[in-house]
């Protein structure tokens, strides 16, 4: 099966912009979701697809993807952005398996 | 507004099944364009899919949780479970339901927009 691997931590300064990202073979045949996830919270999930926002995600989140790598990328952090941060995809053997990746911690500072 | 809630014990003995359902309100699990998902969280860890169902009752499961894990769905109850057998220490975390959708433009992309609150399972004797 896949492995999708992320930075363990991020910090970014209130206001500025912030990317982070997940690495795996699957990405290349497949795009990655992302997840925000506040403590003792479920995960919410903030990016799909190419670069899709369910409604209600603020459209400082944006999500791109080149190679094995997908982005995550918040322009103009806020201080309730900071949070764990979890891509997933479609495993790499194509049937409907699920992968996620180890998570990035975000610190707004 | 979709809603999904787990249910089931908060405290399994070793060795014994962990089991769990997932009711959903406010939308049909016999949709045709959702699987159905079971996701858990060890204490202070990240993400790990356990396995997705689609209504009707074709299965796919984590290669590392397979000879452990069934998942069913009853959908005149609009529910689906789990069960985890042979449960230890290491199975302690919260678990959630979700639903999983879907997409193809390009490339296919899987992606979970609705989940539970999560239930927290411990495992000890």
């Known amino acids: 099966s896949s492995e999708l691997t992320q930075d363990p931590a991020v910090s970014v300064a209130l206001g500025q912009t912030v990317r982070i990202t997940c690495q795996g073979d699957s990405l290349r045949s497949y795009y990655a979701s992302w997840y925000q996830q506040k403590p003792g919270q479920a995960p919410v999930l903030v990016i799909y697809?190419?670069?899709n926002r369910p409604s209600g995600i603020p459209d400082r989140f944006s999500g791109s993807s080149s190679g094995n790598t997908a982005s995550l990328t918040i322009t103009g952090a806020q201080a309730e952005d900071e949070a764990d941060y979890y891509c997933n995809s479609r495993d790499s053997s194509g049937n409907h398996h699920v992968v996620f990746g180890g998570g990035t911690k975000l610190t707004v500072l | 507004q979709l809603q999904l809630q787990e249910s089931g014990p908060g405290l399994v003995k070793p060795s014994e099944t962990l089991s769990l359902t997932c009711t959903v309100s406010?939308?049909?699990?016999?949709?045709?364009?959702?699987?159905w998902g079971w996701i858990r969280q060890p204490p202070g860890k990240g993400l790990e899919w356990i396995g997705s169902i689609y209504y009707s009752g074709s299965t796919y499961y984590n290669p590392s949780l397979k000879s452990r894990v069934t998942i069913s769905v009853d959908t005149s109850k609009n529910q689906f479970s789990l069960k985890l057998s042979s449960v230890t220490a290491a199975d302690t975390a919260v678990y959630y339901c979700?639903?999983?959708?879907?997409?193809?433009?390009?490339?296919?992309?899987?992606?979970?927009?609705?989940w539970g609150q999560g239930t927290l399972v411990t495992v000890s004797s």
């Open positions: 979700a639903r999983r959708g879907t997409t193809v433009t390009l490339r296919v992309v899987h992606y979970f927009d609705y």
């Open positions: 406010g939308g049909s699990i016999s949709s045709s364009s959702y699987y």
């Open positions: 697809g190419k670069n």
